[in-house]
């Protein structure tokens, strides 16, 4: 039978969060997963004694917590580096974004069909200049009537949402939009729209929420 002291469950430990921080799709949860992984690995190195190992982890934990630094600046100020632009509803490239991503956009709003018309707007949220989601609605009067709304897995923890619909929202403005409405059609779509300030209203539809601009 093999018998393990402390110091080597340290280290297999160190190494198992590791290789769970690689399998993460969320940076912000690989991040935070790679920063215990890196000082458990620095524990394991002082209680080796193995210089290499103590300043490696040094150096990763250190780098873990700046981009870290940078996420939760992200989540609490809305940060420069979030952006939406508008872009053309029949764009080839959003096309290829929607057919790309169609399967994990279904997993949210399972009806979701590409809307056509004069009247759709599209807008492609970003994220340090790249693209990190996508919202795509009908104009009617002064309300936006949204078709979808989706962030990439990876930028979900950025609260892109929630800045789109509170710092962000003179995108909708300049189009004379005075009020949002969206579906709610899975559990995990409502919990979302509550937490960027949708509510149920007498005006909207059953199952309709609404956020007033």
């Given at each position: 039978m093999?018998?393990?002291?402390?110091?080597?469950?340290?280290?297999?430990?160190?190494?198992a969060?590791?290789?769970?921080s690689?399998t993460m799709?969320?940076?912000?949860?690989?991040?935070?997963i790679?920063?215990?992984?890196?000082?458990?690995?620095?524990?394991?190195?002082i209680?080796i004694?193995?210089?290499?190992?103590?300043?490696?982890?040094?150096?990763?934990?250190?780098?873990?917590?700046w981009?870290?630094?940078?996420?939760?600046?992200?989540?609490?100020s809305?940060s420069?580096?979030l952006?939406?632009?508008?872009?053309r509803?029949?764009?080839?490239?959003?096309?290829?974004?929607?057919?790309?991503?169609?399967d994990?956009?279904?997993?949210?709003?399972?009806?979701?069909s590409?809307?056509?018309?004069?009247d759709?707007?599209?807008?492609?949220?970003?994220?340090?200049?790249?693209?990190a989601?996508?919202v795509?609605g009908?104009i009617a009067d002064?309300?936006l009537?949204?078709?979808?709304?989706y962030?990439?897995?990876?930028?979900?923890?950025?609260?892109?949402?929630?800045w789109?619909?509170?710092?962000?929202?003179?995108?909708?403005?300049?189009?004379?939009v005075?009020?949002l409405r969206?579906?709610?059609?899975t559990e995990?779509h409502e919990?979302?729209?509550h937490?960027?300030?949708f509510e149920?209203?007498?005006?909207?539809?059953?199952?309709?929420l609404?956020?007033?601009?």
């Open positions: 093999i018998a393990f002291d402390g110091t080597e469950v340290i280290g297999y430990a160190a190494s969060l590791v290789v769970l690689l799709r969320s940076i912000l949860k690989l991040r935070l790679s920063l215990c992984g890196s000082v458990t690995f620095l524990v394991y190195g209680l004694e193995s210089t290499p190992i103590i300043i490696t982890n040094l150096c990763i934990a250190a780098i873990n917590v981009f870290l630094r940078k996420e939760f600046v992200v989540r609490t809305g420069a580096d952006g939406v632009s508008l872009i509803h029949d764009s080839p490239f959003l096309r290829d974004f929607v057919e790309y991503h169609i994990d956009i279904c997993h949210f709003q399972p009806d979701f590409m809307p056509v018309g004069d759709v707007v599209a807008m492609m949220l970003t994220r340090e200049g790249l693209p989601g996508l795509v009908h002064d309300t009537h949204i078709d979808l709304d962030v990439l897995r990876e930028h979900r923890d950025s609260r892109l949402g929630t789109l619909y509170g710092q962000g929202a003179q995108v909708f403005r300049s189009l004379g005075r009020r969206a579906d709610a059609v995990a919990k979302y729209l937490r960027a300030g149920a209203t007498a005006a909207a539809h059953p199952g309709e609404e956020l007033v601009l």
